[in-house]
């Protein structure tokens, strides 16, 4: 299983930005989905998660600004962040707790995606 991600960049302060993640490989099914982000010199956070019937969770950090969705027949999970901030700025991680041919779900992690917010 593999997750991929897209999008990452760097954005004027206050402009959008999207990141997406595909998984691929052996899946049976996916359950939960999401972001977490490091910034440089802090812990990794969660940012917002997606379940498998839509149902959606934000850190109180992005809400408002931050939407998260997904296309279950692409296996993909977006992140569409709008006026973003310094503070967003960030290697952001996605994730996606997957279930392959033995009944067992797993939660797998993509490569990270850089975002760079500038002033």
């Known amino acids: 299983v593999q997750l991929q991600a897209f999008g990452g960049g760097s954005v004027q302060l206050g402009g959008s930005l999207r990141v997406s993640c595909t998984a691929s490989?052996?899946?049976?099914?996916?359950?939960?989905m999401g972001w977490h982000r490091q910034a440089p010199g802090k812990q990794r956070e969660l940012v917002a998660g997606?379940?498998?019937?839509?149902?959606?969770y934000y850190t109180d950090l992005v809400k408002g600004r931050f939407t998260i969705s997904r296309d279950n027949a692409k296996k993909t999970v977006y992140l569409q962040m709008n006026s973003l901030k310094l503070e967003d700025a960030g290697v952001y991680y996605c994730?996606?707790?997957?279930?392959?041919?033995?009944?067992?779900?797993?939660?797998?992690w993509g490569q990270g995606t850089l975002v760079t917010v500038s002033s």
């Open positions: 994730y996606a707790d997957i279930q392959d041919t033995s009944a067992a779900y797993t939660r797998h």
């Open positions: 490989g052996n899946i049976f099914s996916i359950n939960d």
């Open positions: 997606i379940h498998v019937d839509s149902n959606t």
